[in-house]
């Protein structure tokens, strides 16, 4: 009962702490923002490789046929977070950011025989920035009262995301092939500020307020087949699907315009109808296992984010649709390995696991009609088995993720990141039944 209490108080504490954003990029100002990684701690030492993956003692999310392989004896339940720094340029100017973020928590226990369940809170799209821009305006683009050059500086401030609880079931109908579906409650709000001023007061100073709120029901499915191709040998296929849907509120936009000179302050709030939207996207990955010592995973996604439209004030006229200049479809590619000496040895250093990954991913934005930035990242992890009185199954999992951000033009804003993912699991046998004699 103590340790059900234990991770439900660690649940509730999640939900709060999953407002803050897991972001400083100005690029998460584009749709729903950036997507969050959906791995836990022990994947994301492979740089979040896991679709094909099926390890009976750790909890993977990324594809829900995966819960089918829950260790009958036992509760588990992972909780991470991160710490990252960011490295902008653009431009010849550079400027660095730090960020903390509780990223998630989830459990995963076996319901009845090759039945598993999983549950917990998960991030979606991450939202956070704050910068701006500073331009020289010729006297016949603006009118002013004086003959210098006016100077409009915008800003840019934007903050939010979206998250997900989640209930899943994972089941294994037939020998070697499992199907698991997630039912998700997905929620948030982004909101986007945008402000110009001008250094003639009589210039009217100009703002838009962008607000997106969301309440929705989604669903992941997923499939794995397993062919053991020999005794020690292993291969596992395992795909999954998230359908699209659109959310549950329209968007809205305030426009604000006020002048210095008589005090007047206009507001206008326009509904962005049909804006945004939660677009479909897929996974497909290959496993290969040898014993319990070597596992080598390969994923291919794709997010459909060409289909999330976007709507924005131009003018006067109010709401204008903009969807084919501005996202991008997403494909991503990643590999990733880990290794351990010997899992059963009685030495502490053989079970030790040693993790390493590498992803490739295609721009999902579009800037001033130029192609936004191509993400490369490379990952090492490292497991360390936690032993005490009680098991030696649960385990701490560091890892450390370099992420370069590059558009293909150098007058787009370069990134790179430096990120180090903390996370515990909790492996605890609650459900073996005692024996006196």
């Known amino acids: ?47 979040g490789v896991g679709v094909a993956f099926r390890e ?31 490295h902008f340029k653009e431009n010849g100017k550079s400027k660095n950011a730090n960020n903390a973020d509780f990223e998630y928590a989830v459990g995963a226990f076996r319901a009845w025989k090759n039945v598993g369940v999983a549950f917990g809170i998960l991030p979606y799209t991450n939202v956070g920035y704050s910068y701006e821009q500073t ?35 994972g089941a294994q109908p037939f020998k070697n092939f499992s199907v698991g579906v997630n039912i998700n409650y997905m929620w948030g709000n982004i909101s986007n500020l945008v402000t110009s001023s001008y250094t003639d007061s009589y210039v009217k100073s100009f703002m838009k307020f962008y607000y997106v709120e969301t309440k929705n029901i989604t669903f992941d499915f997923g499939a794995s087949y397993t062919l053991n191709a020999s005794k020690h040998d292993q291969f596992t296929v ?20 006020s002048n210095a000179q008589d005090g007047v302050i206009d507001t206008t709030t326009y509904t962005a109808a ?37 709507r924005d004030y131009v003018n006067s006229a109010g709401i204008k649709a903009e969807t084919s200049d501005r996202m991008m479809d997403r494909h991503k590619v990643n590999i990733g390995a880990q290794y351990v000496r010997n899992p059963q040895s009685r030495k502490y250093s053989d079970r030790i696991v040693y993790r ?82």
């Open 135 to 169: 331009t020289k305006m010729k006297n016949y683009e603006i009118p002013s009262t004086t003959s210098e050059p006016v100077e409009q500086t915008n800003s840019y401030d934007g903050e939010g995301g979206l998250h997900k609880v989640f209930v899943g079931v």
């Open 274 to 310: 049909g804006a945004y939207n939660i677009p479909i996207s897929f996974a497909a990955g290959l496993s290969y296992k040898r014993d319990d010592k070597l596992l080598i995973g390969v994923d291919y996604s794709y997010y459909r984010g060409s289909s999330v439209h976007v």
């Open 238 to 257: 395992g795909g999954t699907i998230t359908p699209g849907s659109s959310l549950s509120k329209d968007p809205w936009c305030y426009v604000i315009t």
């Open 356 to 437: 390493a990954g590498a992803s490739y991913a295609t721009p999902y934005v579009k800037v001033n009609h130029l192609d936004g930035p191509k993400e490369i990242a490379v990952s090492a992890g490292i497991g360390l088995p936690i032993t005490n009185m009680y098991n030696n199954r649960s385990m701490l999992n560091i890892g450390v993720r370099w992420i370069n951000n590059n558009p293909s033009s150098s007058s787009l804003l370069r990134e790179n990141c430096f990120m180090i993912n903390l996370g515990m699991t909790f492996n605890e046998r609650w459900f073996a039944k005692w024996k006196f004699e």
């Open 56 to 86: 009976h003692n750790q909890v993977n999310t990324l594809n829900p046929a995966s819960y089918s392989s829950v260790d009958s004896l036992t509760f588990m339940f992972d909780i991470g977070m991160s710490l990252q720094r960011t």
């Open 1 to 47: 009962m103590k340790k059900h209490i234990v991770f439900i108080a660690l649940l509730m504490l999640a939900l709060p702490v999953m407002g803050q954003s897991g972001t400083n990029s100005p690029y998460s100002q584009y749709g729903l923002g950036r997507m969050a990684d959906a791995s836990q701690s022990a994947s994301r030492g492979m740089n």
